[in-house]
T-cell receptor
Framework: SAVISQKPSRDICQRGTSLTIQCQVD?????MFWYRQQPGQSLTLIAT?????????ESGFVIDKFPISRPNLTFSTLTVSNMSPEDSSIYLC?????????????FGQGTRLTVV | AQSVTQPDIHITVSEGASLELRCNYS??????LFWYVQSPGQGLQLLLK??????LVQGIKGFEAEFKRSQSSFNLRKPSVHWSDAAEYFC?????????????FGGGTRVLVKP
């Protein structure tokens, strides 16, 4: 299993500012994933973060808006840049852990972001 | 690209009654399939998963799910719901060979439990 800590758990931010969300895992993992959950919606993958390389972004998400760092195998950050009220969402960090035949995704508690 | 459909946005069920949540997926091969539950203000908790083998999968909290390849479905069931089962339920798929990675989620089904 994997235990994931996300900081902050929630924040209220002014439009036009940026927020950096931290994700710490209690074990070394190859890939870390960032998801967005807009109010009342399902989860959408933003990007996959590999250590030592640039993150891979899903369609509709760009690095300028959501820069990601992955300095080591247990840590990643997601920045939400130049925020607008439409960015108000829960942002979740996720990792896959387990054996090759029995893996599952583990999620942090999420960061609830409100942009005013 | 794979996709997941949960046809029911909301389901209301009486406490003690049975519950079935529908999930259909679209993918060319057999994916890895998951059900997650998200309680209000909580993170995502894995209920159960299917990788291969027995198509009836047992999970936590008394839940089970059945994989039906012919129908591309992975429906979640519970024989008798408890008030604490009120939550949002998400079906998800991952590409086989990348289990737990890069999940595609369904839209979710919100379950309300009447006393």
């Amino acid at each position: 299993s994997a235990v994931i800590s996300q900081k902050p758990s929630r924040d209220i931010c002014q439009r036009g500012t940026s927020l950096t969300i931290q994700c710490q895992v209690d074990s070394q993992v190859t890939m870390m994933f960032w998801y967005r959950q807009q109010p009342g919606q399902s989860l959408t993958l933003i990007a996959t973060a590999n250590q030592g390389s640039e993150a891979t972004y899903e369609s509709g998400f760009v690095i300028d808006k959501f820069p990601i760092s992955r300095p080591n195998l247990t840590f990643s950050t997601l920045t939400v840049s130049n925020m607008s009220p439409e960015d108000s969402s829960i942002y979740l960090c996720s990792v896959a852990a387990g054996t090759a035949r029995n893996t599952e995704a583990f999620f942090g508690q999420g960061t609830r972001l409100t942009v005013v | 690209a794979q996709s997941v459909t949960q046809p029911d946005i909301h389901i209301t069920v009486s406490e003690g009654a049975s519950l079935e949540l529908r999930c259909n997926y679209s993918y060319g091969a057999t994916p890895y399939l998951f059900w997650y539950v998200q309680s209000p203000g909580q993170g995502l908790q894995l209920l159960l998963k299917y990788f291969s083998g027995d198509t009836l999968v047992q999970g936590i909290k008394g839940f089970e799910a059945e994989f039906k390849r012919s129908q591309s479905s992975f429906n979640l069931r519970k024989p008798s719901v408890h008030w604490s089962d009120a939550a949002e339920y998400f079906c998800a798929v991952a590409i086989a060979g990348a289990a737990g990675n890069k999940l595609t989620f369904g839209g979710g089904t919100r379950v309300l439990v009447k006393p």
